[in-house]
């Protein structure tokens, strides 16, 4: 990619863009030694960071990380998506890791000084998203298992491409027998890093196989509908929907909570439960939701051998309409009576 003037348009093919890393020009950082205050955060230039061997996150994967996206409206506003609900999942999350606690209002500052120090990389309306991911962990050194004594807050961004190029493609997903995600009393229901790469072998092997990723079942019966890789999982049954219950093993998805909302405002019941795998092989529409793709319609899944097969592979059309209904107050299209999109 060419180098162009800070602050012209970067030459990259917004349209050939997909879910990747890119770096881009800036990004924020605080420290803070434990048991004290935060120091003030700066923006300095995209770098790499300097860490000692014995930081906390390395050795002892003591971290956490939020994911969310900055859209460009058609009449040119910059528009977030509930990102005090990410403030608050990061509290909650280094609570549970003993990590020092970044208040909404700095958490908030940082994200938007991030999204205005890059806004050369927010593509064009329609054409994709600037992703913006906060990290909260242990940087200082030790050495015993115990939570660090420095923590650092860090938030950088990366242009992502549209998630459904040329429409919606429902995916084709499998149950796990061999595998759990979360466990009761565990950290399944904080975005903890530790969380994510016992995932990816599993998820790698699915793949292999042509599936788009892994659904999880409970660890205690391994019969309840847990997570699909990380992506909340919703089915519709006679026009109602079935999310499973937030029991401390399931992430509280930001989109899992608005699909929930935007649902019941259209009409919906929706019941938070406990989703039994053999209820949702036999729901009537099934899909996933998180900030990546918003909300993902599933096709099949597969189970013990038995396939369940979803609006014949067609897009249902509940899932339709959550996911029209809920990009358009994200992209501005729409008035939002919820209040859910600050500018920028
Ligand atoms: C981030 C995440 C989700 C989705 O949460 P959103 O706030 O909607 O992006 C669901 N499950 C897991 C495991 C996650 O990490």
Request: hydrophobic fraction near 40%.
């Amino acid at each position: 990619m060419e180098e162009t003037d800070s602050g012209a348009e970067p030459a990259i093919d917004w349209d050939s863009m997909t879910f990747s890393f890119t770096e881009t020009d800036r990004m924020y950082i605080a420290k803070c030694k434990q048991g004290e205050d935060w120091q003030a955060g700066i923006m300095q230039d995209f770098q790499e960071l300097r860490l000692s061997p014995a930081a906390g996150v390395i050795n002892y994967g003591q971290g956490l990380f939020e994911g969310m996206k900055a859209r460009r409206a058609e009449d040119g506003r910059v528009l977030l998506f509930r990102p005090e609900l990410n403030a608050r999942r990061a509290q909650g999350g280094s609570r549970r890791l003993g990590m020092a606690v970044v208040s909404e209002e700095m958490f908030l500052d940082a994200v938007h000084q991030v999204v205005q120090e890059n806004i050369r990389w927010l593509p064009p309306n329609g054409r994709g998203e600037l992703y913006i991911r906060p990290l909260i962990f242990g940087s200082g050194a030790i050495l015993g298992v115990a939570p660090a004594p420095e923590y650092t807050f860090l938030v950088y961004a990366v242009p992502v491409g549209l998630y459904f190029k040329g429409g919606m493609n429902p995916i084709a997903l499998k149950v796990s027998n061999e595998f759990h995600r979360a466990a009761p009393g565990g950290s399944g229901g904080v975005k903890a890093i530790g969380n994510y790469a016992p995932g990816m072998m599993p998820s790698k092997n699915a793949k292999a196989e042509g599936y788009a990723e892994i659904i999880y079942l409970d660890a205690v019966h391994h019969r309840y509908v847990e997570e699909v890789g990380a992506a909340n999982f919703f089915c519709v049954k006679d026009n109602v929907l079935y999310t499973p219950e937030l029991t401390g093993t399931i992430l509280p998805g930001i989109t899992r909570l608005s699909t929930i909302e935007l649902a019941r405002s259209l009409g919906y019941q929706v019941l938070e439960t406990k989703v039994d795998i053999e209820f949702a092989m036999g729901a009537d529409e099934a899909f996933c939701a998180g900030t990546a793709a918003v909300i993902s319609p599933i096709g099949s899944i597969e189970h013990g051998g038995n396939v369940a097969t979803y609006c014949d592979g067609e897009v249902g059309a509940v899932t339709k309409q959550l996911y029209d209904a809920l990009t358009a107050i994200q992209e501005g299209r729409a008035p939002d009576p919820f209040g859910w999109t600050p500018s920028v």
